[in-house]
């Protein structure tokens, strides 16, 4: 999905590297708004030192980059100059170059610099910026459809850096769904017998509690294993298996209808040996890869009919409403 596209360009000062994540997903429209919220944009790993990212998210083209400061920052992709995308672009000091004609922009969004002019930088030079946050291996950036400033933090997990637990396993794909559809799944308990096959493994009790943009679902399972999922927002979560494996999931949408997950699996150091068949566990035919089909297939319904035993996707919503306000 990654691939180095530039190396230096003319009047660069060092040479910047510059990698586009293709989506290989049609765009697609959908009756659900993009939510508002924190963001995984890229991996902090893929964002080196003078590194300059192009991606299509939240249904805008975004580019990422961290400059001589090392600071991560994320921007609206076009130059309003002249148009150009300035993935392109190089790193100069603090600031973002467009490989078109040379104005540099900072974090801010504004442009700072017109290499060929003397006078003062136009009001109407800057761009949209974003929020950001670094931290556990992630660089996260806030998207509001009004422009709002961030309305929480993006909380820490303990896990991450801990010696007693391993560095992240990575995995990274696209797939077909909104947002919020995949984040009912987790309380929609009834698709687990007939989806995920999961009738051999008794869920014997659940609950999904809610703190304003924070929520929690506990299900314990038969033989005695707790599963928790604390949700900061429509797009990330925090998926515990007591003494077995944390996973920070980082879903965001590329666009109304489409997603790009990337997920970091972290294991006790005890565990280690056993880390591909517990990552395979949740990604492969009985999880994640049941899910595709059933997203890439069905429609929206406004007003789903739903019985007592759908109680907590009646609650999700609920909750999940909060993040369209625009």
């Not at 995308?85 to 610099?113: K, S, T």
């Not at 797939?175 to 009738?199: I, K, P, S, T, W």
């Not at 033989?223 to 515990?240: E, H, K, N, S, Y």
Request: aromatic share 10%.
């Amino acid at each position: 999905m990654f691939g180095q596209v530039g190396g230096a360009s003319t009047g660069q000062s060092a040479a910047t590297t510059r990698l586009r994540v293709r989506s290989v997903l049609t765009p697609r429209d959908h009756p659900l708004p993009v939510p508002n919220g924190w963001y995984g944009l890229v991996g902090s790993a893929q964002l080196g030192d003078r590194t300059v990212v192009s991606i299509r998210a939240v249904g805008r083209d975004l580019v990422a980059f961290r400059a001589d400061d090392g600071a991560a920052r994320v921007l609206d992709a076009h130059c309003p100059h002249a148009g150009a995308h300035m993935g392109g672009g190089w790193i100069e000091g603090d600031r973002l170059a467009c490989p078109y004609h040379g104005w540099e922009y900072g974090g801010d969004g504004r442009c700072r610099h017109i290499p060929y002019h003397d006078g003062r930088v136009p009001e109407r030079a800057a761009v949209r910026s974003y929020p950001v946050i670094e931290q556990d291996g992630f660089v996260w950036f806030w998207y509001h459809a009004g422009d709002a400033a961030p309305g929480w933090d993006v909380d820490p997990v303990p896990e991450v850096s801990d010696p007693d637990w391993t560095d992240a396993v990575v995995y990274e794909s696209e797939l077909v769904a909104a947002l919020q559809e995949m984040g009912e799944n987790n309380v929609d308990y009834a698709h687990f017998n007939y989806v995920h096959r999961a009738g051999k493994i008794p869920l014997l009790s659940s609950t999904f509690t809610v703190d304003g943009p924070r929520s929690r679902v506990v299900e314990v399972l038969g033989g005695g294993t707790t599963f928790t999922r604390d949700a900061c927002g429509p797009g990330i979560a925090v998926l515990r298996v007591p003494d077995t494996m944390t996973m920070i999931a980082a879903t965001t949408p590329i666009d109304r209808g489409n997603c790009r997950l990337r997920w970091h699996f972290h294991f006790p150091n005890a565990m280690q040996s056993m880390a591909d068949d517990l990552v395979e566990t949740v990604i492969g035919d009985y999880g994640l890869a049941a899910d595709r089909p059933i997203w890439e297939h069905k429609v929206w319904p406004e007003r789903p009919v739903l019985v007592k035993a759908d109680a907590a996707i009646a609650e999700f919503r609920r909750w999940y409403a909060q993040f369209y306000e625009g």
